[in-house]
């Protein structure tokens, strides 16, 4: 049956959106941030463990013919995720969105239904693996993020020197001060394209967000309701317990009853789960990758707001001072057109994998549904069958 081979979302999918596999490019590295020649780079997330302080996560790398397996904390992760998105000159270049860290303390009501054997896409243990997966293949295949020697240690080293270690602190400094850009948001955007772009992400991020929040809870109420169901087997088991001795007939009906019950229990709970890693996940990933679009619009305008200050030094300058003066603005104007250049490759892919992503995903989810409804269907037929059976 072809719901039943429902294709499970892959890290692979994740990482073309807004990064785009091997895109990336036109910007300059700074200083701190110097490039290196170009590897491809294959990871993958194999696990993670909570230790006393952090969660670590298993990675096993691939670059060129070496393979090995190296472990990297969550807060080593945020850490690099600060360096990337705090740095001014990723320019154009959409950040891929750090995700959360894996909670310390599983789901209750998700813990208390125990058996997740039913569902198409994993436990609640694959949503963190996949999110993590997905950012760091979403560096990896950035050409200009993965050109980056800070980037590239922290992805591919068994271990990080103390070089690198000095590195990371002395940019975090340089990176405090991108800060300002969140000022920048006050600044009218003269283009009128990059004004359309700026406006629809910002309605965008507020509507995903409310979905994420909103399927969040939906899926919540749907493991409630898998929760009533375990807790009406075990009271149909209970009473089929009590009329055992009494009247036989109808034990047997309570007991078959509960057993019907026991299995659409696990059918509701499974599709909990593979609606929570199919569109639960994605909307919380896209409203997060949103809010990283708006920053890179934010660091164009931050360029904006440059050319038109050294415009402005230019009309107040001496004769002796313009050519000075003239060189700023020149340098202002081919950073901002490269900036610009960037920016508008980089939506453009993000929003056509954005549009693919989004249907794959919701295809997935209605045939996951699909699969579970006549699992459902068939469970009840039998249940029903088997209660008139019973004499």
């Not at 009501?109 to 994993?122: A, C, E, N, P, Y």
């Not at 990176?175 to 006050?186: H, L, M, N, R, W």
Request: glycine content about 4%.
């Amino acid at each position: 049956m072809a719901t039943e081979n429902v294709p499970v979302p892959s890290a692979e999918e994740l990482t073309s959106v807004a990064t785009g596999g091997g895109r990336g490019g036109g910007e300059e590295q700074g200083t701190e941030g110097e490039s290196r020649p170009h590897e491809v780079i294959k990871l993958k997330v194999t696990g993670f463990q909570l230790s006393a302080k952090d969660f670590n996560y298993q990675l096993e790398v691939e670059v060129g013919a070496e393979k090995k397996t190296i472990t990297r904390q969550y807060n080593d992760l945020l850490w690099l995720h600060r360096v990337v998105s705090k740095n001014l000159e990723a320019g154009g270049n959409i950040v891929p969105p750090m995700p959360a860290p894996p909670p310390r303390v599983p789901d209750a009501t998700v813990m208390k239904i125990g058996d997740h054997s039913r569902s198409l896409f994993g436990d609640q243990t694959e949503i963190p693996r996949l999110a993590m997966e997905g950012f760091l293949q979403a560096l990896a295949s950035h050409q200009y993020f993965s050109e980056n020697h800070i980037v590239y240690s922290y992805l591919t080293r068994e271990q990080l020197s103390d070089h690198d270690q000095h590195s990371a602190s002395s940019l975090w400094t340089q990176f405090s001060k991108v800060i300002s850009d969140y000022q920048i948001s006050s600044i009218v955007e003269p283009d009128e394209h990059f004004s359309r772009c700026l406006k629809g992400v910002e309605k965008r991020t507020a509507a995903l967000h409310t979905c994420s929040q909103d399927f969040a809870r939906m899926c919540h109420s749907w493991q409630n309701f898998a929760c009533s169901l375990m807790a009406v087997t075990e009271d149909m088991r209970l009473l089929g317990n009590n009329e055992e001795s009494r009247n036989e007939q109808c034990a047997r009906y309570c007991f078959k009853f509960a057993e019907g019950l026991e299995e659409d229990k696990e059918y509701s709970h499974a599709a909990s789960l593979d609606s929570m890693t199919t569109i639960g996940f994605t909307f919380d990933l896209y409203h997060k990758y949103h809010e990283q679009v708006k920053e890179m619009l934010f660091r164009r305008l931050s360029k904006v707001q440059l050319l038109t200050t050294a415009s402005q030094q230019l009309e107040k300058t001496r004769p002796d001072k313009r050519p000075i003066a003239e060189k700023a603005k020149e340098d202002a104007q081919k950073t901002l057109d490269r900036v610009s250049a960037t920016a508008k490759d980089e939506y453009v892919h993000f929003q056509h994998e954005y549009t693919n992503q989004m249907r794959m995903r919701l295809q997935a989810y209605v045939e996951a549904q699909v699969t579970h409804c006549k699992r459902s269907l068939e469970n009840i037929n039998k249940l029903k069958s088997d209660l008139e059976a019973i004499l």
